[in-house]
């Protein structure tokens, strides 16, 4: 049988508890998720994600779709590399870029599909 406590007059099931807590990730990978997230929070970052799950891309080529200069796409890209999201490859001078792995394409894809889903009225 579950022992409840009223804590601040809140009925607590403290098994229910004591079995969610255990289940909790380290901080530091909640932290990195969040940090994750955070990264991904920005609209051109999306753009940049967006089209490397389709295809592999250099900074001229990712910077002439989103009317930016290379200078900014590196950047995105730096912070991007930073937290394991892309990955690149050198072919002379040229750094092509993609997704990391297929994490990365699920967690967009993921994120795409619930905010385009009808609604359920």
């Keep these: ?9 809140h009925v607590i099931n403290s098994e229910q508890v004591d079995r969610a807590r255990r289940t909790l990730p380290d901080q530091k990978i909640l932290n990195g998720l969040a940090e994750t997230f955070k990264v991904l929070s920005n609209p051109s970052r999306l753009k940049i994600i967006h089209t490397l799950a389709q295809r592999e891309m250099c900074v001229s080529d990712l910077a002439a779709l989103l009317d930016s200069t290379d200078s900014a796409v590196s950047h995105q890209l730096r912070l991007l590399r930073t937290m394991r999201l892309v990955s690149y490859r050198k072919d002379g001078k040229l750094a092509f870029y993609t997704l990391d792995d297929q994490h990365v394409r699920q967690l967009y894809e993921a994120g795409l599909e619930h905010l385009t889903e009808d609604p359920i009225s």
């Design 1 to 9: 049988m579950a022992t409840t406590t009223e804590i601040l007059g």
